[in-house]
């Protein structure tokens, strides 16, 4: 029942509504978006106390958005892990990505998988990039995965999931109050934190002060002081 923030997820948002503020396209939101995924990951990574980093990246339903502005984050997506590889490396950050990645094209697998194998012996920070991914798809992948090995248990089940941690730390950038079908099952007991600051313009300092308010907070899981 400890407060150090062991386990942060971040749902980003706000990436288009950003970039039309200033008066930009919706990709050069999502550009920046991923300076910002940078930014954190780095900062996580040198403070001992946080062992994984979980970022919102494209979900089941994203599929729905434009074609065009889909196969933008494909590809930004792909030259983001082909350029980050190296601050992966030098901060000795292993990148496990979670969802349901067989929607992706061979080129994105391919890139996803050379990031995870050239990072899976950095034993410091773990990223996690949500990508293709439900939390209710996570729940059903895992639970047709034990079909056959008798009765699910709450140990089974969570065990069988893409992100088997339950959080500590949820934060939602842009401004909504939901969690948007994000690793539902690992923040049963997180506290959460929501901010108007979209993704973009959400920085190191204001990151600081959530996790301050965080150590403050009063953890019972159910419990009795």
């Known amino acids: 029942m400890s407060n150090r923030p ?3 997820a971040i749902i980003m948002d706000g990436n288009g509504r950003w970039a039309e503020s200033q008066g930009k396209s919706r990709t050069n939101g999502h550009e920046r978006g991923a300076e910002t995924v940078r930014t954190m990951t780095t900062f996580c990574s040198d403070h001992p106390e946080i062992d994984r980093l979980s970022l919102y990246a494209f979900s089941t339903e994203n599929w729905k958005r434009p074609k ?12 983001y892990l082909k350029n980050e590889l190296p601050t992966y490396l030098d901060g000795n950050i292993r990148f496990e990505p979670i969802g349901d990645l067989t929607h992706f094209s061979k080129s994105l697998r391919k890139v996803i998988d050379t990031v995870q194998n050239e990072t899976a012996n950095c034993n410091g920070l773990v990223q996690s990039l949500a990508l293709n991914y439900g ?6 992948r895992a639970a047709n995965a034990l079909r056959e090995s008798g009765p699910l248990s709450v140990e089974s089940l969570g065990n069988a999931l893409d992100c088997p941690y339950d959080i500590d730390l949820l934060i939602r950038t842009g401004g909504d109050h939901r969690l948007s079908n994000f690793l539902l099952w690992q923040a049963s007991y997180a506290e959460l934190f929501f901010t108007d600051t979209l993704w973009p313009e959400f920085s190191v300092n204001e990151l600081e002060s959530i996790i301050k308010k965080f150590k403050t907070v009063e953890r019972r899981f159910g419990g009795l002081n």
């Open 6 to 8: 062991s386990h942060i």
């Open 68 to 79: 065009l502005e889909v196969e933008f984050l494909m590809k930004l997506l792909e030259r």
């Open 135 to 140: 939390g209710r798809d996570e729940i059903v």
